[in-house]
């Protein structure tokens, strides 16, 4: 007979849009165990599984902590009300945790109440649109902007929103079916209430449950962590010198935006790695669906990611993306060194919007051919095993050509077909293979140079390339070359960056977050993005961040001869993200910050 083992939830804190699947272990009518379904349409010796999840709704109510959400609240921000920002938000279950999340919590009053100067209207969607102006500043006190829970009621601009605190089965408690699958999906309506998973071996002849329903409950359900909308700042068409071209508006044409974003292999989000983050956030159901909101809603006409792995690309973003308008183009890793699942492997991910561009061509980089390539040519046969361990790393990129359907509008030869190249990379992440991150960069570059002498066409060149600024491969990217007395080139055990005075390439690139660090004039915005810039390489100060490394690793190179930068997505501050200890977080869920640039085609100079 079939029986029902074991059932628990892969998680005990439901979020609303991550879908739950218990884990169900069955024993089988032969003895086996087994945790495959078992469907109505195809029963086993006479029977199926029978699924139900319920929602329990209490008389007794409470609200809930926005900041941690599993926890009571006692005090309301005033501030939140007044500025019409969503009930919710305004809830924390203590003053400390108040007062912890005031730097973070007073940037929702500042875009609040700038939305509401600006057109009277409440800010948009989470991501919706980039703001572009200052934001105003509510000047109230700690103290002033809070009020208890069980006080505020008269200062409400509505019904306060109440959830319950009562999860046992008693006269007090209301049961409503909200599903008949193993899998349910919490919605808003679910907020605050727990919910009840049964499941039970049926008949199929008479349709009765065989024995007692086994059954497992989940805490209240909490709404996903909404972070504040990271805004596009304009860098006034400010050119590689730090002067204003202003003119560049009205002569060149065609904007477009372009995302690049290590998303977090679920391979790699592991406890063990990131014991600081709760394990709900840390799961494949919850990243998926914080991280297609965030991307989504950057509305990026080019989206390059890293760390996409095949299935999670086939059966997750394709499709995703796809009803969103964009074309999928797709590389994994190679597999010389990799030995999981080949179907979790990772790769880079390429997307574009149909609207925008069209498909060209694409070329694939396999560094792991080149390594071959290169040992057959310069490494003696007895010392080529060892040469390839150390070389052969998996990593690859992903070129795309594209051709753009946006307007001339003033271009010199507007019949000519605008054509841009996108490099998208995951480069080598070992810190004492130095002299092999520097030999993958400079052959992806190598690459492109012969794209660019083939036509005349942008780049643009994005990805992780695990090499902070000052390094080799960064100094090679960013300058044309490498530093000749640079200690990183001392390692070089099979002489494959000899002479040195050949790494070198000709694509005019500069680092788009560099515009940061180049303007001039002041304001609010660009003040606070340049305190999170390093003077020194005019870099962001992170763009990973965990807690045991904070750096930067991840650009986007474009070639200043044909592309200015027109805005830049603002920067995080690390104070914020450190609430949290480091990321990935409920709030952000990959352990990078995505980087997004707003370009200008520039006109064609007649040759």
């Known amino acids: 007979m079939l029986t029902v083992l074991r059932v628990h939830l892969p998680s005990e804190i439901p979020i609303v849009g991550c879908e739950i699947t218990p884990y169900v272990l069955l024993r089988r009518p032969d003895g086996g165990i087994s945790t495959e379904d078992v469907h109505e349409a195809i029963p086993l010796d006479g029977h199926f599984m029978r699924y139900k999840w319920y929602r329990i709704q209490s008389d007794r109510r409470v609200a809930v902590c926005n900041v941690h959400p599993t926890e009571q609240a006692t005090i309301q921000c005033l501030g939140c009300l007044k500025s019409k920002i969503p009930v919710a938000k305004s809830y924390h279950c203590s003053a400390k945790c108040f007062s912890d999340a005031w730097q973070h919590h007073r940037v929702l009053h500042e875009r609040a109440l700038s ?55 008693n006269s007090g408690e209301t049961w409503f079916e909200v599903g008949r699958s193993r899998t349910y999906t919490p919605t808003a309506d679910d907020i605050g209430h727990a919910l009840r998973f049964e499941c039970v071996a049926v008949d199929s002849e008479t349709r009765s449950s065989v024995g007692a329903p086994t059954s497992v409950m989940t805490s209240r359900v909490i709404p996903a962590p909404t972070p504040t909308p990271r805004r ?279 680092s788009a977050y560099s515009s940061f660090a180049r303007m001039v004039g002041a304001g609010y915005d660009l003040e606070h993005q340049r305190r999170r810039m390093d003077p020194a390489t005019n870099e962001p100060l992170f763009t990973n961040c965990t807690r045991d490394f904070t750096g930067t690793i991840d650009y986007i190179f474009y070639t200043a001869d044909s592309l200015s930068v027109e805005s830049l997505l603002e920067l995080l501050d690390e104070d914020s993200l450190r609430k949290d200890t480091a990321l990935p977080s409920p709030e952000w869920s990959s352990d990078h910050i995505a980087l997004l640039a707003e370009f200008r085609c520039k006109p064609r100079v007649r040759r």
């Open 115 to 169: 939305a509401l100067n600006e057109n009277g209207n409440e800010e948009e969607e989470l991501f919706g649109r980039f703001g572009s102006g200052n934001a105003g500043i509510i000047n109230a006190s700690l103290s002033g902007s809070t009020a208890n829970i069980g006080q505020s009621s008269s200062v409400n601009n509505g019904p306060t929103p109440v959830y319950p605190t009562g999860t046992e089965k």
């Open 232 to 510: 596009l700042i304009p860098v006034n068409s400010a050119d590689v010198m730090g002067h204003f071209d202003l003119d560049s508006r009205n002569s060149s044409f065609g904007t477009f935006t372009v995302l690049s974003y290590n998303i977090l292999a679920d391979t790699y989000a592991t406890s063990d790695t990131y014991c600081y983050c709760p394990t709900w956030a840390l799961s494949w159901p919850y990243r998926r669906q914080n991280l297609l909101r965030e991307i989504i809603g950057y509305h990026a006409d080019i989206i390059c990611l890293q760390e996409v792995q095949s299935n999670h690309f086939e059966e997750f973003f394709a499709p995703e993306l796809d009803k969103h308008g964009y074309q999928a183009l797709f590389k994994k890793r190679t597999t010389e060194v990799y030995t999981g699942n080949l179907q979790s492997i990772d790769g880079c991910a390429t997307f574009f919007r149909r609207d925008k561009f069209s498909h060209v061509k694409k070329y694939e980089v396999e560094f792991n051919k080149a390594a071959q390539s290169l040992t057959d040519a310069i490494i003696p046969a007895a010392q080529r095993k060892v040469a390839l361990t150390r070389l052969i790393k998996d990593n690859i990129a992903l070129i795309a050509v594209l051709e753009a359907k946006f307007g001339s509008h003033g271009a010199d030869n507007p019949s000519k077909r605008q054509l841009l190249c996108v490099a998208n990379t995951h480069i080598n992440v070992h810190q004492d293979l130095k002299d092999v991150k520097l030999w993958q960069v400079n052959t992806l570059l190598k690459g492109l140079e012969k794209i660019a002498v083939s036509a005349d066409i942008p780049m643009l060149v994005c990805g992780d390339f695990n090499a902070t600024p000052g390094s080799t491969p960064h100094g090679l990217l960013a300058m044309g070359k490498v530093d000749l007395m640079h200690p990183d080139l001392a390692i070089d055990p099979l002489g494959i960056l000899r002479p040195a005075s050949k790494l070198t390439h000709q694509l005019p690139l500069v």
